[in-house]
């Protein structure tokens, strides 16, 4: 009887183990809106490569000269990209489902997409504004890594690097982005970035409006003359950049012959109702 009753105790003991070693993740699901607290509202500065910095000092003395105050990014319409859309000036979205979250912001037409059910990126990954996210949960926080940046963004490359633990605060109540980004050509030591959005749950800011941004063709021209004068040659498709593989050429199909109208197509001149 005792033995029994000792192996219902450790039955019930490794039962109760179990949930908890397969506890399900915080949801994260919801409408969030930034919200940093007094000593996180302006970020630090990033200490930069020589290179980077002699980059960087060059585009902003060309702005102060034109009296710019957009650059090239908000000049031409891009998207935030990474890791700047997880810094939105109006609401962000968290959809947290089966094998990935799916992060939405107001300002960006593209979604981002963090992967849960894969181990390592692929070998092959096409570049993009937002790159390719991973991301397991490590206990409470959601661990993400980020590649495969195109580096058309300021301080971004294709080398670009960046990891992110994700977690919730306050009872759910605030959601925690903590941001470590790496890049060899760029940084001359990590940059550490964090981001804290409050949950919104009902009335303004409870769900996403619709963002558009329209190219403003007399600024774009602009931009483009001074950045030819400064000998920095710019366009929407800079040489380098472009895309490795070719387009597919148009086929020109000559245009079908009409065929003659019938006469019950022909419609008879209008008369003269004087």
């Known amino acids: 009887?005792?033995?029994?009753?000792?192996?219902?105790?450790?039955?019930?003991?490794?039962?109760m183990g179990a949930p908890a070693l397969a506890r399900a993740a915080p949801d994260i699901t919801g409408m969030w809106a930034?919200?940093?607290?007094?000593?996180?509202?302006?970020?630090?500065?990033?200490?930069?490569?020589?290179?980077?910095?002699?980059?960087?000092?060059?585009?902003?003395?060309?702005?102060?000269?034109?009296?710019?105050?957009?650059?090239?990014?908000h000049t031409k319409c891009w998207p935030a990209g990474m890791p700047g859309m997880m810094q939105p000036p109006f609401g962000i979205e968290f959809?947290?489902?089966?094998?990935r979250v799916t992060i939405l912001s107001e300002v960006s037409t593209l979604?981002?997409?963090?992967?849960?059910?894969?181990?390592?990126h692929p070998d092959s990954?096409?570049?993009?504004?937002n790159g390719h996210s991973i991301g397991h949960w490590k206990g409470n926080v959601l661990v993400a890594d980020t590649?495969?940046?195109?580096?058309?963004?300021?301080?971004?490359?294709?080398?670009t690097h960046i990891t992110e633990r994700i977690f919730l605060e306050d009872g759910g109540k605030h959601l925690v982005d903590e941001l470590v980004v790496e890049d060899p050509?760029?940084?001359?030591?990590?940059?550490?970035?964090?981001?804290?959005?409050?949950?919104?749950?009902?009335?303004?800011?409870?769900?996403?409006?619709?963002?558009?941004?329209?190219?403003?063709?007399?600024?774009?021209?602009?931009?483009e003359r001074e950045q030819k004068e400064a000998g920095r040659p710019s366009d929407f498709d800079p040489p380098g950049r472009r895309p490795p593989w070719p387009s597919r050429p148009r086929?020109?199909?000559?245009?079908?012959?009409?065929?003659?109208?019938?006469?019950?197509?022909?419609?008879?001149?209008?008369?003269?109702?004087?």
């Open 1 to 15: 009887m005792r033995k029994t009753a000792l192996l219902s105790v450790a039955l019930c003991a490794v039962s």
């Open 34 to 73: 930034l919200d940093q607290p007094a000593d996180h509202i302006h970020q630090a500065q990033p200490k930069l490569t020589p290179a980077a910095k002699a980059e960087q000092d060059a585009v902003n003395k060309i702005s102060a000269a034109n009296n710019r105050l957009i650059g090239e990014a």
């Open 95 to 99: 959809l947290q489902t089966k094998g």
């Open 111 to 120: 979604p981002r997409t963090i992967y849960l059910d894969e181990k390592v």
């Open 125 to 129: 990954v096409q570049p993009g504004w």
């Open 147 to 159: 590649i495969a940046l195109n580096g058309r963004l300021p301080r971004t490359s294709p080398k």
């Open 185 to 223: 050509d760029v940084y001359a030591e990590p940059y550490h970035l964090r981001y804290r959005y409050k949950r919104v749950e009902s009335g303004e800011g409870a769900e996403l409006m619709e963002y558009v941004c329209e190219v403003d063709p007399a600024n774009l021209f602009a931009y």
């Open 251 to 274: 086929s020109r199909r000559p245009a079908a012959p009409r065929p003659p109208l019938r006469p019950a197509d022909r419609r008879p001149p209008p008369t003269d109702p004087s």
